[in-house]
């Protein structure tokens, strides 16, 4: 087991010709581009989706998408690039998909102990799981208020430092749409920290 | 005692003055303006705190075990044919011609019914529906005459 995970990892091959081999029949040689850009897409699931089983669920859905649009990969730009704008269309969906249910609050997340902003200030350390956990959750919360296309810009724009045109590529919209989405999303987000701190106040 | 009676009338004199009420001009949307900017730098300083603890949160990258066989055998899965979806994807590739060779049958049943109805007298359709009774009726015949 471990010496086959490991001859993946060492896999010589390009992301390009495993596409070939695997569209040419060798069905098995799609595990070693699973190994390879799971950890990635597992990253960028659990930005947008708190609940670990939804994020299992969309990378699961996300490689099956793949294998059966593997022979409309051209070749024309990088697979890593195809592949991650793949992923990203898969996560917004299933947002869109999920929006329907709403599953946290801003009530939900003020805390008895400390002030918003407080927490804010101490980014918990790498070891403290449970600080990170409820860091992680004060994020989703305040982005789950953004709406979905928003979310995306600014996940992308603000949190990973891609520029305007990084992310046309990615998504595949236009540059003015990225840019109308990018105002929208921190004017959105600003209000939603606006709630949070009103909320706080009021308590 | 000269000097008491002195801040007596001090105090008396500055009873009578009338508090000034008056407000400047614009004093209000002066400080409501000042309020204003300051709450907003609030939020901003707060929008940008927020955006700068999420930027430096780990990103959670772990995989479940085994997660790539997982998926490769739901691959496997997809690639197997289901002997039950490959039988009804047949049958429902054979409902169209079924329905084509139905019209058809129709169509030359009643082109047949209207040529032979025009050369039919009505005592041979009389003659034709005494020979399907009796041909249904038959065994019902054979039945009585073994008793």
């Known amino acids: ?8 990892e060492t896999d010589v091959r ?21 190994t390879r850009y799971q950890s990635r897409v597992f990253g960028m699931a659990r930005k947008y989706f708190r609940n670990e089983s939804d994020a299992e669920d969309v990378v699961q859905g996300i490689f099956t998408k793949t294998f059966q649009k593997l022979s ?25 998909r999920k929006r329907n249910r709403p599953d946290q609050t801003i009530s939900d997340m003020l ?23 409820e860091a992680r959750e004060l994020v989703y919360t305040v982005l789950g208020q953004i709406s979905d296309r928003a979310r995306i810009v600014l996940t992308l724009q603000e949190l990973e430092g891609r520029s305007i045109r ?13 840019k109308v989405q990018a105002f929208r999303a921190r004017k959105e987000m600003r209000a939603s920290v606006e709630r949070f701190l009103m909320k706080e106040e009021k308590l | 005692m000269k000097s008491n009676e002195t801040e007596q009338q001090f105090l008396k004199l500055a009873k009578t003055i009338q508090m000034d009420e008056r407000v400047p001009d614009g004093f209000q949307a002066q ?4 309020v204003r900017e300051q709450h907003a730098l609030e939020i901003r300083s707060s929008d940008e705190q927020f ?7 780990p990103a959670n990258e772990h995989v479940p075990y085994a997660f790539e066989k997982r998926i490769m055998a739901r691959l496997r899965d997809l690639l197997t044919p289901d002997p039950l979806t490959l039988w009804s994807r047949m049958l429902w590739r054979a409902v169209g011609p079924c329905l084509g060779v139905m019209i058809l049958v129709v169509l030359f049943s009643s082109e047949g019914l209207v040529d032979t109805s025009a050369g039919q007298a009505a005592g041979e359709l009389d003659f034709e529906t005494a020979d399907f009774e009796t041909v249904m009726l038959a065994s019902f015949d054979d039945l009585e005459n073994t008793w």
């Open chain 1, 111 to 133: 805390f008895d102990d400390e002030s918003w902003q407080d927490r804010l200030s101490n980014i918990p350390d790498a070891s403290d799981r449970v600080g990170l956990e």
């Open chain 2, 51 to 57: 955006l700068r603890f999420a930027r430096n949160l």
């Open chain 1, 14 to 34: 390009t992301d390009e010709e495993l596409v070939r081999i695997v569209v040419g029949g060798d069905v098995e040689c799609f595990e070693v581009l699973i």
């Open chain 2, 31 to 34: 400080v409501m303006a000042r």
């Open chain 1, 72 to 96: 409309s990969y051209k070749g024309t730009a990088p697979f890593e690039h195809w592949f991650m704008r793949l992923s990203l269309n898969a996560c917004y969906d299933a947002l869109r």
């Open chain 1, 166 to 178: 990084e992310i046309t590529e990615i998504t595949g919209w236009s540059e003015s749409l990225v």
């Open chain 1, 1 to 8: 087991m471990q010496a086959t995970e490991n001859s993946q």
